[in-house]
């Protein structure tokens, strides 16, 4: 009974997940490309130039940042793309009429979400290993935030496209939003680089605190405590999913 309880949960996710993975190119390899770009570029320029925590090579530092940047736009943009196109081709209804709790279907768009992050996030770090010497002094907690960060972008995206009506809107969430909060989340700096009035600011940002947090799991070493990036990435998370939940028990935007 529980099986057959399961089965539509296990064939949404398997829909969704299938749904990347058939255009792996696009959806994985691309934006590993794009994050090698990043390394290179940044690498070349200011390698020679810049020592981060004291005696950590810019390259170095640079990796755990674009692993994570990666991984946390690639979870949003897979969750909030496949509900705002099946929205507009319709085929949402075909989601909708099966007897799948609210919970299963965020459950469902969540987890293949996440993989697809995790999937880019891991690429990233391969395709990197010829460049950097990097050993990760405290693998839980790296993956701590991996799983928490594309699970919390996964939310968002979930959001966006039950929120979204058309592709503009989307567009406008990722590029006024997701974009600008993960470019100056400190993937390409550390946060004492900055004036105090910055850093007060980059405080506000949750995504400073997955990064930062994820970077700890690296280097052993942190802008700020590791703890307080777990406390805060953890009550974003928990909040994050309860209105997605409470949007998909209403229906909102998904149910006449």
């Known amino acids: 009974m529980r099986e057959s309880r399961l089965a ?5 996710l398997y829909k969704e997940v299938l749904r990347f993975w058939k255009v792996a190119f696009q959806t994985v ?3 590993v490309i794009n ?3 990043f390394l290179l570029i940044f690498s070349h320029v200011l390698d020679r130039h810049v020592t981060v ?3 950590i090579a810019y390259t170095a530092f640079l990796v755990p940042g674009l692993v994570m940047m990666s991984l946390l736009q690639n979870a949003f943009a897979n969750s909030s793309s496949s509900l705002i196109q099946s929205k507009i ?3 949402i209804i075909f989601v909708l009429l099966p007897p799948l709790s609210y919970r299963e279907f965020y459950a469902a768009y969540v987890i293949a979400s996440m993989l697809r992050g995790l999937f880019v996030g891991a690429g990233v770090l391969l395709v990197s290993i010829p460049f950097v010497d990097l050993s990760i002094a405290a693998p839980g907690w790296a ?3 991996a799983l928490m960060g594309s699970a919390i972008l996964a939310s968002l995206g979930v959001i966006a ?3 979204a009506d058309k592709f503009d ?3 406008g969430f990722q590029n006024f939003l997701i974009m600008p909060l993960t470019m100056l989340s400190g993937v390409f700096y550390s946060l004492h680089s900055l004036p105090q009035l910055w850093q007060d600011v980059s405080h506000a940002n949750p995504f400073f605190f997955m990064i930062d947090g994820f970077r700890y799991g690296f280097f052993g070493q942190s802008d700020v405590s590791p703890w307080l990036s777990l406390g805060v990435v953890s009550v974003c998370l928990m909040l994050l999913a309860a209105l997605t939940l409470a949007m998909l028990a209403r229906g909102y935007k998904l149910r006449a």
């Open 161 to 163: 496209g039950i929120w």
């Open 35 to 37: 994050a090698m770009l």
């Open 53 to 55: 925590y004291g005696d």
């Open 29 to 31: 390899l691309a934006p």
């Open 89 to 91: 081709t319709g085929n």
């Open 8 to 12: 539509g949960f296990r064939t949404l």
């Open 143 to 145: 993956l701590a935030f």
């Open 169 to 171: 809107q989307l567009a």
